[in-house]
């Protein structure tokens, strides 16, 4: 592989994006417990053009249709096919394959990818990206029969809450930024090291 293409790989974002109410909540009953247009808002700004993984109820939540102008990858063991549009949307049942995809993919939309939910793909994603976009939501939600996103690994030691992002929210909803602290470093001076964690 060529320096060019280690020093791409380097600098590929990884996110997980989440909206997040006070006791943990992020779902109810297979869809979102609130409707925040503010929140949808900032979604869509913010994962428009990059690659966003999801799990399969999160698809069917979201009506079973690709979300435009990204590249969307469901994790499924049951789906077999989404439609493929123009930015080649694909199923996979392996969350580590559908990163590796990205990584390898040398496009515009794999410049940043987004980890959006649900619950397990959350769990299953923490370890693996540097970055969450956390929405928080006042007030609980789902007590009983909701969906709740694994809140304490980012009440570790191990992440800190980097940025507040300044944006009208008449819900007052926060829009934070988490970066992970203990960094994996890969690429050193474009050279593949694998991946070299602190412990
Ligand atoms: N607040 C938010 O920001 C937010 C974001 C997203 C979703 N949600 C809400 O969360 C709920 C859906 O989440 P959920 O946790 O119930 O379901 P989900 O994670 O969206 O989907 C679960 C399914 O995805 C597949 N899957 C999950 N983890 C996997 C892994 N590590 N590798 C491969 N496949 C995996 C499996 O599909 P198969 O069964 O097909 O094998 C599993 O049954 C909805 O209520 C939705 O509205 C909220």
Not at 13 to 25: F, L, T
Not at 50 to 58: A, L, N
Request: with cysteine; proline share 6%; charged share 20%.
């Amino acid at each position: 592989m060529s320096l060019f293409n280690n020093m791409e790989r380097y600098d590929i974002k990884s996110r997980i994006i989440v909206a997040v109410s006070e006791n943990g909540c992020i779902g109810r009953r297979g869809s979102l417990p609130w409707h925040f247009s503010e929140d949808l808002k900032w979604f869509k700004e913010v994962t428009t053009g990059h690659t966003v993984i999801m799990g399969r109820k999160t698809w069917q939540s979201l009506g079973g249709k690709p979300l435009p102008n990204r590249r969307n990858i469901v994790l499924s063991g049951l789906l077999r096919t989404i439609p493929k549009g123009k930015t080649g949307n694909f199923v996979t049942w392996y969350l580590p394959a559908a990163i590796n995809y990205v990584e390898n993919k040398h496009d515009s939309y794999s410049r940043e990818y987004f980890i959006i939910g649900g619950a397990d793909v959350y769990k299953a994603a923490l370890p693996l990206v540097n970055t969450v976009f956390l929405t928080k939501v006042p007030g609980e939600y789902g007590t009983g029969d909701g969906t709740f996103f694994p809140l304490w690994p980012l009440e570790s030691g191990d992440w800190q809450p980097q940025w507040q992002i300044s944006r009208e929210s008449p819900n007052k909803l926060e829009f934070w930024i988490y970066k992970k602290l203990t960094q994996c470093s890969r690429f050193v001076d474009g050279v593949d090291n694998g991946y070299q964690c602190p412990s």
